[in-house]
């Protein structure tokens, strides 16, 4: 199995820029594909970013594409999600996903078998 912790939240003002983390405890981190998630007061848990097992296929919500972007380092099992461009509309609880590697539905949150805690990215005008 598969344990996440993300951190990197924090308050920042518009146009800046944060990069969250995603570490990932357990055996066979590579074999996992990941993904990013996250939910607004009073809104769904809606899909961010995702990436493959072997970090060579990405995608995006059409929200975040452009602004944000997914990488994984294996060998530090962690999954990055760098975010430029901080909207207010970007406010929300971050969450970090795995699931063992498969095909499709990477926007569906059940889909999902492990998620971490979340982690608060507040973003001011």
């Known amino acids: 199995q598969v344990q996440l912790v993300e951190s990197g939240g924090g308050l920042v003002q518009a146009g800046g820029s944060l990069r969250l983390s995603c570490a990932a405890s357990g055996r066979t981190f590579s074999s996992y594909d990941m993904a990013w998630f996250r939910q607004a007061p009073g809104k769904e848990r809606d899909f961010v970013a995702a990436i493959t097992w072997s970090g060579e296929s990405t995608y995006y919500a059409d929200s975040v594409k452009g602004r944000f972007t997914i990488s994984r380092d294996n060998a530090k099992n962690t999954v990055y999600l760098q975010i430029a461009s901080l909207q207010p509309e970007d406010t929300a609880v971050y969450y970090c996903?795995?699931?063992?590697?498969?095909?499709?539905?990477?926007?569906?949150?059940?889909?999902?078998?492990?998620w971490g805690q979340g982690t608060q990215v507040t973003v001011s005008s």
């Open positions: 996903a795995a699931r063992r590697s498969r095909l499709g539905m990477w926007y569906s949150r059940n889909v999902y078998n492990y």
